[in-house]
């Protein structure tokens, strides 16, 4: 090599291991070549190989979304990655999840029900009905989103009330009922957007009842807002905290005015969590799927580089992406 490629090589070479810090992260060889103007090389194998992204919001649906089903499906499965778990605020994802199987095979795929007044609200029997769907693709009950107290009361209006289920830390009757159900069936009950003093109630009970999954949503954002002392009563209770990527991109900076009433729970967030509640009690997802958006399964690689560039070992980001969340789809690990 003459000197003068030799120096530019070098030169080069140091550039781009600034520029391009998440291929270097994502432990990606090559990095000589990359260009300060272009994304980094894609690596070998995607971060997302192998990981379960808990929280995806494709289209159809009520609100702008990036991808159908399928589409998010053959991206997801084209990255390696394990399973995705389609959530919708208003219907059932139990029935899509399984076509979406079928039309993409080699990916697993989950749905669930949001506990929404488009179902009855806490309604037992919507529950048992999605459960039995064909497919057993149905697996996760999510507790009301935009149609709780907690939700209604910081974005919509304070003096308005949405549906409660553990009013005064005491759970409703039918919240019981629900409970029973995911007990029985061992689904996975997760918290939605309840109030954080309800979301400890409902963990309680829940353990009380049998429930063997528990995650507790988005739970360091601003809704439901666990205090760090919730956040660690919960988790020593057993549930999952979760911590999705689109909180990386929320807060007063945030791309979409619609994102700035979300707080920011970012990669520093993460390693704090890690340091003080443990990798073995959290969660990563990304919860994207949003107009305008990127893709989830970028959203996992870049939830993984930030999360490693802010010091958290890469076995706990296995457990928080690979195995807790197939422990709470009973999957073996
Ligand atoms: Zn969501």
């Known amino acids: 090599m003459s000197k003068t490629l030799a120096t530019f090589f070098h030169r080069h070479a140091r550039a781009s291991t600034i520029a391009a810090g998440a291929a270097v992260v994502m432990g990606c060889a090559g990095y000589a070549w990359s260009q300060v103007g272009f994304p980094p090389p894609p690596p070998r194998v995607s971060p997302a190989a192998g990981v379960i992204d808990m929280h995806v919001h494709p289209d159809p649906d009520v609100f702008g979304r990036s991808l159908t089903d399928v589409e998010l499906a053959l991206i997801a499965k084209r990255k390696g990655m394990r399973g995705i778990v389609l959530k919708n605020h208003v219907v059932t994802t139990a029935d899509r999840a399984q076509l979406a199987m079928n039309q993409v095979p080699g990916i697993d795929i989950w749905g669930g029900i949001v506990l929404n007044s488009s179902v009855g609200g806490i309604n037992p029997a919507a529950v048992e009905w999605m459960h039995r769907m064909s497919g057993g693709r149905g697996k996760i009950v999510w507790l009301p989103t935009f149609d709780s107290d907690k939700h209604v009361k910081t974005l919509v209006d304070k003096t308005k009330s949405g549906i409660v289920v553990a009013p005064g830390g005491k759970v409703t009757p039918e ?127 870049n939830q993984v580089a930030a999360v490693r560039a802010a010091g958290v070992s890469q076995a706990d980001i296995d457990k928080m992406m690979k195995r807790n969340p197939a422990r709470l789809l009973g999957l073996a690990e």
């Open 175 to 301: 919240m019981d009922e629900i409970l029973k159900i995911i007990a029985r069936e061992n689904l996975v009950l997760a918290t939605g957007h309840v109030h954080a003093e309800e979301v400890v109630a409902v963990t309680r009970r829940a353990r009380e009842l049998g429930v063997k999954n528990i995650l507790v949503t988005h739970g360091l954002t601003n809704i439901p807002g666990l205090s760090p002392a919730q956040a660690k009563q919960v988790a020593q209770m057993g549930a999952y905290i979760e911590i999705c990527y689109f909180q990386f991109l929320t807060g007063p900076t945030a791309q979409y005015q619609w994102m700035t009433h979300w707080d920011r729970v970012d990669a520093k967030a993460v390693a704090q969590a890690v340091k003080e509640i443990g990798a073995d009690h959290l969660v990563l997802s990304t919860d994207l799927g949003q107009q305008g958006m990127m893709t989830p399964p970028d959203g996992i690689e």
